[in-house]
Nanobody, 119 residues
């Protein structure tokens, strides 16, 4: 089993920055692909970014490219999402997720952390 706990959400003005963290409790953390998703009120959950198990390959939604950076520290079992130049449309609950290499579905999810960007 994998347990994921997000932190770092909050209220920020447009143009500001936040860094989300997600701590994973699993022995083989370095074998998991990690991702960030978000869900705004009244909308479906959407992909934000993902990172390979080694940290060498990153993927971003077009809406966040150039503004968000995903990274991981395998020694600390933690994945981060650095969010810069935040916009009101980035307001959502952000979820950390994990999946094992070779699988297409994310099987493990955190409880989510609220990010609110004021205009």
């Amino acid at each position: 089993q994998v347990q994921l706990v997000e932190s770092g959400g909050g209220l920020v003005q447009a143009g500001g920055s936040l860094r989300l963290s997600c701590a994973a409790s699993v022995r083989t953390y370095s074998s998991y692909i990690m991702g960030w998703f978000r869900q705004a009120p009244g909308k479906e959950r959407e992909f934000v970014a993902s990172l390979s198990s080694s940290g060498d390959n990153t993927y971003y939604a077009d809406s966040v490219k150039g503004r968000f950076t995903i990274s991981r520290d395998n020694a600390e079992n933690t994945v981060y999402l650095q969010m810069n130049s935040l916009k009101p449309e980035d307001t959502a609950v952000y979820y950390c997720a994990a999946k094992q290499i070779g699988l297409s579905r994310y099987d493990y999810w955190g409880q989510g952390t609220q990010v609110t960007v004021s205009s």
